[in-house]
């Protein structure tokens, strides 16, 4: 399952908690999981996930903080975490993302 380049699932409502185990998809570049019932937090260990470039996770239940670490997501260019129940600050280390083009935060 290394070798995954993209997971798309989305409006199939899929509950529950996302394994921590995806951080090891260091091949993977896009993750989509709009329109679940996706909860819980978002594991730290995605932060491990060097070559995604796309990250959406809009209109699920994620809770919690944004982990620091996407901070370090240098391929990052789309991140869209709106529509959850996310809660404190917004990362500062999401500043150093230089190739960030999108970034949606908004009704958490």
Do not use: C
């Not at 409502?13 to 570049?29: A, H």
């Not at 370090?72 to 600050?89: I, Y």
Request: proline fraction near 8%; glycine fraction near 8%; charged fraction near 20%.
């Amino acid at each position: 399952m290394k070798e995954l380049e993209e997971l798309w699932i989305t409006h199939t409502n899929v509950r529950g908690p996302l394994p921590p185990e995806w951080g090891s998809l260091v091949n993977l570049q896009q993750l989509v999981l709009e329109d679940n019932k996706i909860e819980g937090a978002l594991p730290p260990e995605w932060a491990a996930m060097e070559n995604v470039y796309i990250m959406r996770l809009s209109r699920n239940a994620f809770s919690g903080p944004i982990p620091p670490g996407l901070g370090s997501l240098q391929a990052l260019r789309q991140l869209e975490l709106d529509h959850n129940a996310l809660t404190g600050a917004v990362p500062e280390a999401l500043g150093a993302l230089s190739l960030l083009e999108t970034l949606h935060l908004n009704d958490n």
